[in-house]
């Protein structure tokens, strides 16, 4: 009986605690972890991080296999993906405060079009953020 009762009450107990948001953690010494150090705390909700997105067209028509690019100020990539079939693209959970370059690069040739690269410096904020890019075609040679 005493068995019975003691698993009843490590299991009590267990779902109080996790109730509480308190969990078992790794012991010190052993060579583990050290909950204090290697672990960060994170309390209440997750950070709320905006994201980038929008679309690349030309006139009204969206291009897709346009490349862009995330690149912060000092011109690191932070980022690249190309548009799909709607002209779409979407660079998730950016860091708010962040000012961040967006370029579209036509990369396929004639393919689809030949059109000028554009970039556009933008802010991050804890919001979505929409960038379109209304491209222009390019004028010279289209032969090289």
């Not at 003691?6 to 969990?23: D, E, I, M, R, Y």
């Not at 067209?57 to 995330?70: A, E, R």
């Not at 932070?78 to 660079?91: I, K, S, V, W």
């Amino acid at each position: 009986m005493k068995k019975v009762f003691a698993k009843w009450w490590q299991k009590a107990l267990t779902a109080f605690l996790s109730a509480l948001g308190v969990s078992a953690c790794v012991s010190c010494g052993d060579g583990g972890l050290d909950p204090y150090v290697d672990i960060p705390a994170m309390y209440g909700m997750p950070p709320n991080w905006g994201g980038i997105h929008g679309k690349v067209t030309y006139g009204n028509k969206p291009v897709n296999g346009m490349q862009v690019t995330l690149t912060d100020e000092d011109n690191n990539q932070l980022d690249r993906l190309e548009t799909d079939g709607e002209g779409n693209y979407r660079f998730p959970d950016r860091e708010p405060g962040k000012t961040v370059v967006l370029t579209v690069e036509d990369i396929d040739g004639m393919e689809n079009g030949w059109y000028e690269t554009e970039s556009k410096k933008v802010t991050v904020t804890d919001e979505d953020t929409t960038v379109d890019f209304s491209l222009r075609e390019k004028i010279e040679d289209k032969e090289k």
